[in-house]
């Protein structure tokens, strides 16, 4: 079972910007939830920041999220890109997709990993030569 | 996270000192109670975090949560 629960830029948007009535926000809590349950650790890749941090006033909830100190930032190194760029090549993706690969390229080195994400499909495919990363949608 | 390291003495129970000391050796002490240290230090806010969520917006519904429960077991 997985030790380790990362999470994309939707994943982490739909904490951040959770409301009562949304279905990712209500699936991203459970998932977090079954992590607290695993005392797992929960990451996300520093590329994702990219994606939800636009120096705008929707950073604040993303940054409230991030300083509870209950979410740690894996910062890309160049083994990471590596390990993505091959990724990419095996799943016939171009590099539109590479924060995809840097997402589940993180969770491979960091063990065995769920990826929470809105975007199965592509985290799916990427993840395919990965035994040790499975996906979970939001 | 802040820089450098700080020195501090713990007293810790002997049977649980002499199963630390089996586990890593006496060098490696700070770096295994620094990681220990730092999951459980996350684990609390994990917790806090969810417990504020559940407080703002209400409970998780139990079929949601149960099916992140059955994704986690097959991972």
Redesign the interface.
Known sequence: ??EVLILDAEALSA?AH???RSVA???A???????????A??RVPSAVLAEVCRGGARDAAVNR?LA?????IVNLDAAIARRAGALLAAAKMSSAHAVDAFVVATAAALG???VATGDPDDIGRLAAREPHV?V?AL | MASGVAKISISLPRDLAKALARRVGARSVSEFAARAIRHELEHERLGALLGELDENLGPVAPGVLEEARAAWRKS
């Open positions: 079972m997985a904490l959770a409301t009562a926000a209500a699936r809590r459970a998932i977090l939830a079954v992590a607290h349950e695993h005392r650790l929960v999220v509870s100190g209950a979410i740690a065995r990993a769920i499975s979970y």
